[in-house]
């Protein structure tokens, strides 16, 4: 199987910073990579497909970038309602679909 | 408006059985692959199992193999997971998730508990 390792697993920022996620997989996934963001209590959502499409109705202060074993997800100016958890998953060893361990981001 | 509704989560001792069930609306439902994740409290997701859009394909993570069986039902716009021989490690939010056709989930339900215990 092949292992996600996000970086930071949290991180505590402030409204306007800029936040950049990392996720690393244990083998090359070429752009096999997606984001999602999950809220408390909540279902996780689409925000990145293909490490760096953005999917349709996610503010475009969400990027993604990389490929092959170093992925980033990059808040541009955090909102207060980025504050959430944020996970990456590798859709290249089909069907089983890893995901990372997950990073929080927190209000400073 | 894409809607997705699990329901038969609940209370079961290890060992016991459940049903889940997951209604799906607002899209042509033979058109995707589709999806059970879950989540154990406090922890991260898992990818538990898949189905293909016309069940020819079927697939299911270690943990599960053998004890679950993901189904859909076209006619009715339904998805399904049968899970067998639960254990105290089963217990987790299941989500049902529809598959984009790139691998990502792009609409999920709401979870439905489960909770394995004596």
């Known amino acids: 199987d092949i292992q996600m390792t996000q970086s930071p697993s949290s991180l505590s920022a402030s409204v306007g910073d800029r936040v950049t996620i990392t996720c690393r997989p244990s083998?090359?996934?070429?752009?096999?990579l997606n984001w999602y963001q999950q809220k408390l209590g909540k279902a996780p959502k689409l925000l990145i497909y293909?490490?760096?499409s953005l999917q349709s109705g996610v503010p475009s202060r969400f990027s993604g970038s990389g490929s092959g074993t170093d992925f980033t997800l990059t808040i541009s100016s955090l909102q207060p309602e980025d504050f959430a958890t944020y996970y990456c998953q590798q859709t290249y060893s089909t069907p089983q679909y890893t995901f990372g361990q997950g990073t929080r981001v927190e209000i400073k | 408006e894409v809607q997705l509704v699990e329901s038969g989560g609940g209370l079961v001792k290890p060992g016991g059985s459940l049903r889940l069930s997951c209604a799906a609306s607002?899209?042509?439902?033979?058109?995707?692959?589709m999806n059970w994740v879950r989540q154990a409290p406090g922890k991260g997701l898992e990818w538990v199992s898949s189905i293909s859009s016309r069940s020819s394909y079927l697939f299911y993570a270690d943990s599960v193999k053998g004890r679950f069986t993901i189904s859909r039902d076209n006619a009715k716009n339904s998805l399904y997971l049968q899970m067998n021989s639960l254990r105290a490690e089963d217990t987790a939010v299941y989500y049902c998730a529809r598959d984009k056709a790139v691998g990502a989930y792009d609409y999920w339900g709401q979870g439905t508990l489960v909770t394995v215990s004596a």
């Open positions: 607002g899209f042509t439902f033979t058109n995707y692959s």
């Open positions: 293909a490490a760096s």
């Open positions: 083998q090359s996934i070429s752009t096999y």
